[in-house]
């Protein structure tokens, strides 16, 4: 079992900037790729940014150039910093992790950009 547990989100004004961090905990040793998604309100939740253990990181064209994905392997956590926020920026992100085949979601923090 691998729980996953997100921290920042919260209200900022467009062009603001905020961070969110995601810790994974349980019975793991490694996880190889984590990843940062989103879902708008009557949207379907999409890939943000992804990195895996070794740094390779890769990003929704969208964030580009606006968010960075890193990561702490001794931590076992992943960190999403989200800079010159647009209100289509708004949306609850969540935390996603694969580990012995299984799929594991937080609970998902929400972000609000007021214009």
């Known amino acids: 079992q691998v729980q996953l547990v997100e921290f920042g989100g919260g209200l900022v004004q467009a062009g603001g900037s905020l961070g969110l961090s995601c810790t994974a905990s349980g019975n793991i040793f490694t996880i190889n790729v984590m990843s940062w998604y989103r879902q708008a309100p009557g949207k379907q939740r999409e890939l943000v940014a992804t990195i895996t253990r070794g740094g390779i990181t890769n990003y929704a064209d969208s964030v580009k150039g606006r968010f960075t994905i890193s990561r702490d392997n001794a931590k076992n956590t992943v960190y999403l910093q989200m800079n010159s926020l647009k209100p289509e920026d708004t949306a609850v992100y969540y935390c996603?992790?694969?580990?012995?085949?299984?799929?594991?979601w937080g609970k998902g923090t929400l972000v609000t950009v007021s214009s």
């Open positions: 996603y992790t694969r580990w012995s085949s299984v799929d594991y």
